[in-house]
């Protein structure tokens, strides 16, 4: 193996290659990303880059969790303080945690699981789903958060599905909107 020194504008071309090619490598996912605002191309009011579904497709999306369970369980969507809302704000690094809230109909279940998922093509985040093995209480709640996406490619109408092991299930809308 034979060394060879290197002068100073060897080196700066080198370095130079090296980060024409880092750029010409990334231009074209750049340039993919600008335009993938879904089928049609644009981007919705909501951010929600492409359709949203219909309502004959969100009860095949939520029947496929729930399944025939009755409606009889309750769920809410909470704010950082506990609030009741219909709003949740795509979060990053720092922010607040939303919450998941199951409540039984006096019944005590010993698993519950939530799900959540957007109603609308196109978001890359495709849902959330915990799952909780209880017996001592007959409410559940439980932290999450949509991520903030470039584009808001997760803003739009979701929804929170919650089913108990005893049959019950329930389910919420809202709404995530960008920071």
Do not use: H
Not at 79 to 97: H, I, K, W, Y
Request: one cysteine or more.
């Amino acid at each position: 193996m034979t060394l060879v020194r290197s002068s100073r504008s060897t080196r700066a071309r080198v370095l130079g290659a090296i980060l024409f090619s880092g750029v010409a490598v990334l231009a074209p996912a750049s340039s993919l990303l600008a335009n993938s605002g879904g089928s049609n191309g644009s981007i919705g009011a909501a951010g929600a880059q492409s359709r949203p579904l219909s309502e004959r497709e969100i009860k095949q999306r939520i029947g496929s969790f729930v399944g025939k369970a009755p409606l009889a369980a309750g769920c809410a969507v909470l704010g950082p303080n506990g609030e009741r809302v219909t709003q949740v704000v795509a979060m990053s690094f720092g922010d607040l945690a939303y919450w998941l809230q199951y409540r039984s109909s006096g019944q005590l279940a010993t698993t519950v699981v939530f799900k959540t998922t957007p109603l609308f093509e196109g978001s890359p985040d495709l849902g959330e789903t915990q799952r909780f093995n209880t017996a001592f209480s007959n409410v559940v709640t439980t932290p999450f958060g949509v991520p903030a996406w470039g584009l808001d490619k997760t803003s739009g109408p979701w929804a929170l599905m919650v089913k108990d092991n005893l049959g019950r299930a329930a389910m919420c809308r809202f709404e995530v909107v960008p920071q």
